[in-house]
């Protein structure tokens, strides 16, 4: 019996299978220097994690928007030069309005609407200051 072409096809199969078992190596090969510029990709992305959140503390806190009417900034700015708290009547002499109690009683509401918003603090009934 003749063995030649048996050991014929196993020299292809042999040849056929390094060269797959080489390019699945290349392949291996490159998939791990991907993984590991994808881990490295990944530590760093932790890191800036780990930095924006221990400075974030340190960050102002951005002013709330306020509502679109005149009158807000200006109450700030009369809280910014007041030595203490304010009650209505006194923000609204400061804002020049007349001490009519249509006028207090409007700039009470904004006062509140302040107040809802975390700009100002009501420290007791009527009496309202900027938040520390």
């Not at 196993?10 to 390094?18: D, F, K, S």
């Not at 960050?59 to 030069?81: G, M, Q, S, T, V």
């Not at 923000?91 to 700039?107: M, S």
């Amino acid at each position: 019996m003749n063995i030649q072409p048996l050991l014929d096809a196993l020299e292809l199969q042999e040849q056929a299978a390094r060269v797959l078992a080489g390019d699945l190596r290349e392949q291996i090969d490159g998939l791990q220097n991907r993984l590991r510029e994808a881990e490295t990709h990944l530590e760093h992305l932790a890191i800036t994690r780990t930095t924006v959140t221990s400075l974030a503390d340190r960050l102002p806190a951005a002013p709330p928007d306020l509502p679109e009417h005149p009158d807000y900034p200006r109450i700030l700015d009369a809280f910014n030069h007041a030595t203490g708290p304010q009650r209505a009547r006194d923000v609204c002499q400061a804002l020049g309005h007349e001490l009519l109690p249509k006028n207090v009683e409007g700039t009470r509401s904004k006062l509140k609407r302040l107040v809802k918003l975390d700009i100002l603090t009501e420290v007791d009934t009527g009496i309202f200051a900027r938040r520390p």
